[in-house]
């Protein structure tokens, strides 16, 4: 059965400029992700300050499926699902930190199924939270231009035009990028710390079967509830093939990261692994999953950048 026909993303480059000195913690993913979610809401609710699965008006807004996801009413599958993935990941690309008025800097924005004809509300969110201010002081930006991963200009700030919204790619798509790999080797380099786990608990050794189990359990869950699909596979003999799967090299180590939860109103740690890690078996079923979660990262809080890989 052919796999994953609805399964389609779309990733854009959204460029800043700042009007004001921006001070942001060095890895800023967080920081983007809650004042988006922030200016979001604030655009879009009209009934205050209630819990959105109060609200009578959640069915039709956009804030929770967006923001807030859970599972919908009449979900067959998944339906005890804890943590529904939101469908959005926002990967900051900039580790400096502090940005004086005219210089700009840039983030990546990858949307998922349905929340890809969303992108209108999430660039007039950015540019409402511009206005705002973001990061320690405050500090105001513009929202100034858009691409596409093909470099294609889907936003200018001058004019505030939206252009050629339709760029997704598809799993098919990514799938026949992958047949010039090798299926014999598959190597991976973690880049923002990857927070697996096993077991009920957070891992510091990744083997090629806990991997899997993440990342097929994240694009199962992306597919079911944003792109309308059951991804239909024979996960547990998916599971025996990658256990034996071996780790031929590793560099993996643990990397702590702190942030500051304005929700929780205390610092949390959310250290993770980094590194590069190299398996060898029969790889051939795996590497376009692989490939598919290189857009979607991997683990917890992946939807601020954690969990960013890249095959090599």
């Known amino acids: 059965m052919a796999q994953l026909q609805n399964f389609r993303l779309a990733r854009y480059r959204l460029t800043l400029t700042a009007l004001s000195t921006i001070t942001m913690p060095p890895y800023a993913g967080s920081t983007l992700r809650g004042g988006f979610g922030h200016a979001f809401r604030k655009m879009v609710c009209t009934q205050g300050p209630i819990d959105c699965r109060d609200c009578m008006l959640k069915a039709a807004c956009p804030y929770p499926y967006i923001f807030e996801t859970a599972p919908f009413e009449g979900a067959q599958q998944l339906r005890t699902y804890g943590d529904v993935p939101r469908p959005f990941v926002i990967d900051p690309l900039d580790t400096r930190g502090e940005y004086r008025k005219g210089e700009s800097f840039s983030f990546q924005l990858t949307l998922i199924g349905r929340a890809i004809d969303y992108l209108p509300y999430f660039l007039v969110s950015f540019r409402e939270l511009g206005e705002m201010g973001i990061g320690k002081g405050r500090g105001r930006f513009q ?13 200018d700030g001058d004019t505030q035009m939206v252009h050629n919204l339709d760029n997704a790619r598809s799993f098919d798509d990514i799938r026949r990028e992958t047949e010039s790999q090798p299926t014999d080797v598959l190597t991976l380099r973690l880049i923002t710390p990857t927070r697996i786990t096993h077991e009920g608990a957070l891992t510091d050794k990744l083997p090629f079967h806990v991997f899997w189990r993440r990342l097929i359990g994240r694009i199962s869950a992306l597919a079911y509830f944003h792109c309308g699909e059951s991804l239909e596979m024979d996960f547990r003999g998916l599971i025996e093939r990658a256990m034996s799967v071996e780790t031929t ?15 929780q109103d205390r610092k949390m740690q959310l250290g993770g692994l980094v590194g590069r890690v190299r398996y060898a078996g029969e790889l051939a079923e795996f590497v376009p999953f692989a490939a598919l979660g290189a857009f979607l990262h991997v683990g917890k809080n992946a939807t601020f950048g954690l969990g960013k890989y890249r095959v090599e």
């Not at 929202?143 to 936003?155: K, M, P, Q």
């Not at 090299?249 to 929700?263: F, G, I, M, Q």
């Open 249 to 263: 090299d590793s560099t993996l180590r643990w990397k702590d990261w702190t942030r500051y939860s304005s929700r």
């Open 143 to 155: 929202l100034t231009h858009v691409r596409a991963d093909d470099g294609e200009s889907i936003y």
